[in-house]
């Protein structure tokens, strides 16, 4: 069992970033804490042709480092990003859901239905999805203020969320959460936090109970896990850290998943950490890092089942990077400044003139003549006296004679 932090260059829908925030010059590394059990494999993970390494905390270090530092051997994965029609529509039919919820939701604070902060998800859809679908009913998971969607993948009711965004009695929290605190006990879904960092550590304890059930309690068929979702901002507090710390050190059955926008409300990524590689510092403690497309719901879904079936098994947590990028401002309240977006009359002034362009493309090929019979055996053959061109240099198709007894051309 290994992973692999696959480097990429991917298009982000056409949303124009920076090219030094891409970290492509990274070198691509793959983690596992199993014992090496294959000298020579020789496929690669996530379609990459690229070499990976492979840290392994049981194997005789390649290099001088810390005792308690992995070491790092020569790896390619083997992987199979291939789903069911089933899984699928799965797939496709909860991100369809949480973009246009969130739509929904801008309409509805537009019309003054909601009140407070709203903080939608539009663009990310493919990381909630692609972790939150592979979990069980048991697992739990932890949000942030950007929780909505975490809430609706996880299985809970779009009345219940939509109600609740509402301020009303029949809200997942009775209406008394808003936007950035919903919780559903019946779905294991332990809150959304408004302060950065703040559901770490609670998501750090669901996985301590869970283990101190299974290793103290003895309840065997305890095998849950806890996913902590936050974003590229908050890896910078500490309250990350000391979670890392804890659970490499007790092995927690935890996955860390980072949501990297790229921006921290309106400071930039690049800007505010002095390596922009979040998925390094999970080595540091001890425990596998992971960079993964979050664009891409396939390989999304692979790295969470990897990660999720390692909790799982008791071998401890897991960093997953899920670079990323929200199409919307970090909240309604803010004015998307950061993207100066086109306004609603020029994209229209430019569909028009697409159309215009269009009638006239075709108005003109409907008009336009047909190709003379001369022409039929133009750039045919390169000999001039040869047989499209006759003796007195006029093309032998001309003579009424050159088609007798062929259907006219």
């Not at 926008?261 to 590689?277: C, E, F, K, Q, Y």
């Amino acid at each position: 069992m290994s992973f692999t932090a696959t480097k990429f260059s991917h298009s982000l829908l056409a949303v124009p970033i920076n090219s030094s925030t891409l970290r492509s010059n990274d070198k691509p590394l793959s983690f596992s804490t199993d014992l090496f059990k294959n000298n020579n494999p020789s496929s690669s993970f996530l379609g990459s042709t690229q070499k990976l390494l492979r840290f392994n905390a049981f194997n005789k270090p390649l290099f001088h480092r810390r005792s308690s530092s992995p070491s790092a051997v020569l790896l390619q994965q083997t992987s199979n990003l291939l789903i069911t029609k089933e899984e699928g529509l799965v797939l496709y039919e909860d991100m369809v859901l949480g973009r246009s919820f969130e739509d929904k939701c801008a309409e509805m604070y537009y019309r003054g239905k909601m009140f407070g902060f709203v903080h939608l998800y539009n663009g990310q859809e493919a990381v909630s999805t692609g972790f939150i679908k592979y979990l069980r009913q048991e697992d739990c998971i932890v949000s942030t203020y950007r929780d909505h969607v975490h809430a609706l993948s996880k299985g809970v009711p779009s009345r219940a969320v939509m109600s609740e965004l509402f301020g009303k009695a029949t809200g997942c929290c009775r209406g008394q959460g808003g936007s950035m605190h919903m919780f559903s006990k019946e779905h294991n879904v332990l809150g959304g936090f408004a302060f950065i960092g703040e559901g770490i550590p609670v998501a750090t304890g669901a996985a301590f109970s869970m283990k101190y059930k299974r290793e103290v309690l003895n309840q065997a068929d305890s095998d849950n896990v806890t996913l902590a979702f936050f974003g590229d901002g908050t890896c910078n507090n500490g309250q990350f850290f000391e979670c890392l710390n804890m659970a490499a050190l007790w092995k927690l059955p935890i996955v860390f998943v980072v949501e990297n926008n790229l921006w921290a409300i309106g400071m930039s990524h690049i800007r505010a950490t002095s390596d922009p590689a979040i998925w390094k510092k999970g080595p540091a403690f001890g425990m596998p890092g992971v960079h993964v497309d979050g664009m891409d719901v396939l390989k999304v879904r692979e790295v969470a089942k990897e990660a999720i079936d390692r909790a799982r098994r008791g071998e401890g947590p897991t960093l997953v990077e899920c670079e990323t990028y929200r199409f919307r401002g970090h909240s309604l309240a803010d004015p998307d400044e950061l993207r100066n977006p086109a306004t609603e009359q020029e994209l229209k002034t430019i569909d028009k003139k697409i159309d215009e362009i269009l009638e006239d493309a075709v108005e003109f090929a409907e008009k336009s003549p047909q190709p003379p019979r001369s022409q039929l055996l133009e750039n045919v053959f390169a000999d001039p006296k040869g047989f499209g061109i006759g003796p007195d240099g006029r093309y032998r198709c001309e003579d009424p004679k050159f088609t007798e007894g062929t259907a006219h051309v």
